[in-house]
């Protein structure tokens, strides 16, 4: 069997591959952050919604993965719906969850005892329609386990976010190994903004895109989710208030 | 409690005064009455009390396991294998057992044996409240007990007692053969039984109103496969009568007996009540993997106990304005695979100490609202034993300089605070001059943390004056 070796051929075999790929995936649907600097380097312009993301947290981070639940609540409580967040420890605390958009009326918790539990109550809640999304706190996502996943998500067309957590720093290692997740995120706190006057600023965090399915590496700097979940990039320096010095500072209540 | 025996009136029943008062069952009653003025006679009423213990079997079986069956006239037998872990335990749920018949005024004698026998001699003969043993001493333990622990019949046990038996040891150590020529079989078969060597099935109660369905093989079955095509047969023709009478299903036990005289089973409960035949069908076939067909299964019944009314509901409105997504099918199948206690939702909780402040809901009752602060800071992670910390402190009102947490030292940067909590002294009186000091601090690299002071800085009536970590910010 021969081919025509043209342009246009190649072209229609690309849009017959797509076609396959994209066959029982729902909508490309994305979730943009609304921070340019973001969504213009993501494919689509955003978080694919029906995708397998994966979220861990810097330095100690990896430990206690607080700045990747964060994260990944903000993104959740951008999304319509009740989230199932699986877990393993019982140190999430709800009213942080409270203050970036997810209320408690918005989340079911699911308590396993081991990993392969949280992996199989992700893909559980993935089959489901009417969720948001589902959160798995795990610290191995095998290839096979997340291609499970990331099939669900795209057939569901629900968002699936694994926080990578380990027990030791020295495990963190194991984020270097690949799977089928869309997105591959660090989380790493920074000196949150600074303050006219003493006391603690809106949180930062060093955000690295690590590998991005049909999309470029990135990294900044941007500052934590609000209220409702939303990021913002850090004014810049140009813009900043002036800092207090000695001698100058302004009274603020 | 007076009852008849042959012609004449006789004790059937007596409460602890009378025993001590010297009576014992079987003295005619114009005999007691001349030793105790005053005794009070109630007439006894056997299928009153047949009917009672029918209803206490049902609940027990409600509450504790699939397979419970009334003892005798005077208890329940309950077969506790694989339920006893979700309460905790043999001891707990013997415990707690007590505990709830106490409340409706009931004082339970409670045995945990190998075997039905053996249970049966120990509750009522042990003089403990609770007695559990070792799984494989229950023969040692029963030596000790009279024969007449051994559920035999009163001609039986005086019998053996003019033989000079009396205590089931002595009988176990007689040869079996001319015991049974002489006093018939009953002996050496409820000797048997008590020892585990027999075996014993429950068979379960069942409410007379409960819908269940039956499956009998001509050929007993053992293949996981075929158990679960037969078990979703069921389960439709379950649905399918649970239709007919406008009902859902809130649990299902599933029995399977086993060629052996065994019986295994599979229990699922439900958030709602359901009738969803595929779903249902789903959960309990989850569950197979936790029955043992040994050499096979000769009969499946599976029962809705407690159904409850259940009425059609339109699930999709023409214009589809109505959202309302049901997630009670995804609830049911975590619960059925994890416990029902590890799916739920965290409520609000009115106190400020921050332990206090979250309390568990179930799955599907959202919460409206919340009370938790907006504007005050809250760790992602929280730690629910606060850690201590070593601190390097300047002024009592101030944060702390650096710490050293988990065998790392922090150069505190900034912080917020404090965030002063009360002691709840309506809670607990050593709880009335508390108080703690939270404050929110971030290190050079800029990790934020949640530390708190256990006490105002200066009282030392107020708390220990330690520092505690008590979660990570993200």
Request: charged fraction near 25%; include cysteine; glycine fraction near 10%.
């Amino acid at each position: 069997m021969s081919l025509d070796r043209t342009p246009a051929a190649l072209d229609a075999l690309r849009r017959q591959v797509r076609l396959i790929e994209t066959a029982d995936a729902t909508v490309r649907a994305v979730l943009p952050f609304g921070v340019p600097e973001i969504d213009d380097r993501l494919p689509g312009g955003g978080l694919a919604i029906g995708a397998l993301h994966e979220v861990a947290g810097g330095a100690d981070g990896a430990l206690h993965g607080a700045a990747a639940a964060r994260f990944a609540a903000g993104v959740l409580a951008r999304l319509d719906g009740p989230v199932l967040w699986c877990l393993r420890h019982r140190d999430l605390f709800a009213p942080a969850l409270a203050q970036v958009g997810l209320p408690p009326d918005r989340v079911i918790f699911a308590e396993a005892g081991d990993e392969a539990g949280v992996l199989a109550c992700m893909e559980e809640g993935l089959r489901w329609q009417g969720l948001a999304g589902v959160v798995g706190e795990v610290a191995k996502l095998p290839m096979t386990a997340s291609r499970r996943l990331q099939l669900a998500a795209e057939k569901s067309g629900q968002m699936a976010v694994a926080i990578r957590r380990w027990r030791r720093v020295a495990d963190a290692a194991d984020l270097g190994q690949p799977t089928a997740a869309a997105t591959r995120w660090r989380v790493s706190a920074l000196p949150s903004s600074p303050l006219p006057t003493a006391g603690v600023g809106r949180p930062r965090w060093f955000l690295e895109l690590f590998r991005c399915r049909a999309g470029e590496a990135f990294d900044l700097e941007i500052e934590a989710c609000d209220a409702k979940g939303h990021l913002r990039l850090p004014a810049p320096l140009a813009d900043r208030s002036v800092e207090a010095k000695p001698g100058q500072g302004r009274a603020a209540a | 409690m007076v009852g008849r025996l042959g012609r004449r009136r006789a004790i059937a029943h007596m409460n602890l005064a009378a025993a001590q008062a010297g009576l014992r069952p079987g003295q005619a009653v114009a005999h007691a009455t001349a030793l105790v003025p005053g005794l009070v006679l109630q007439n006894l009423d056997s299928a009153g009390d047949d009917a009672a213990l029918h209803r206490l079997a049902l609940w027990a079986q409600k509450l504790y396991s699939p397979i419970v069956a009334p003892d005798g006239t005077d208890g329940l037998v309950i077969d506790a294998t694989g339920c006893a872990h979700l309460f905790g335990g043999e001891e707990k749920m013997a415990i707690a057992i007590r505990e709830r018949l106490a409340k409706v005024g009931l004082t339970a004698m409670i045995a945990i044996a190998d075997s039905w026998g053996g249970a049966h001699a120990l509750a009522r003969f042990s003089r403990r409240a609770i007695f559990i043993t070792t799984p494989g001493q229950t023969g040692r333990e029963l030596s000790a007990l009279p024969v007449a622990a051994l559920r035999l019949n009163n001609d039986l046990v005086e019998a053996l007692g003019r033989l000079g038996f009396d205590t089931i040891g002595e009988l176990e150590a007689t040869p079996k053969g001319p015991l049974a020529h002489r006093l018939g079989q009953d002996p050496v078969r409820r000797l048997n039984q008590a020892f585990g060597r027999s075996a014993e099935p429950i068979e379960p109660v069942m409410a007379a109103e409960t819908l269940h369905v039956r499956k009998i093989f001509a050929e007993p079955i053992g293949a996981p496969e075929t158990m679960a095509r037969y078990l979703i047969e069921l389960t439709h023709a379950l649905c399918a009568a649970l239709e007919d009478a406008g009902l859902g299903a809130k649990r299902l036990d599933a029995w399977f007996f086993r060629v052996d005289n065994r019986i295994e089973t599979a229990r699922i409960g439900l958030a709602a009540p359901s009738r969803h035949a595929r779903r249902l069908a789903k959960l309990l076939c989850e569950k197979l993997e936790t029955v043992d067909p040994g050499f096979g299964v000769e009969k499946i019944v599976l029962a809705a106990p407690g159904a409850e009314p259940l009425t059609y509901k339109q699930i999709q409105a023409l214009d589809g304005g109505d959202k309302a997504i049901d997630l009670s099918g995804l609830v049911d199948t975590l619960a059925n695979r994890l416990g029902p206690e590890h799916v739920y939702r965290l409520a609000s909780a009115q106190s400020d100490l921050p332990e206090r402040s979250v309390k568990r809901a179930p799955a599907l009752e959202a919460p409206d609202g919340h009370s938790w602060p907006a504007d005050w800071p809250r760790p992602t992670r929280f730690f629910p034993r606060p850690e201590p910390i070593e601190t390097v402190a300047l002024l009592p009102d101030a944060p702390p300089a650096a710490f050293t947490w988990r065998g790392t030292r922090h150069r505190v940067r900034c912080a917020d605070g404090p965030e002063r909590v009360f002691g709840e002294w309506w809670k607990a009186d050593e709880e009335l001059a508390r108080s703690r000091d939270y404050f929110q601090v971030e290190d050079d690299s800029g990790e934020r943390f949640w530390i708190y002071r256990d006490g105002d800085g200066e009282d030392a009536e107020t708390g220990s004056q330690r520092w505690f970590m008590a979660g990570v910010f993200g």
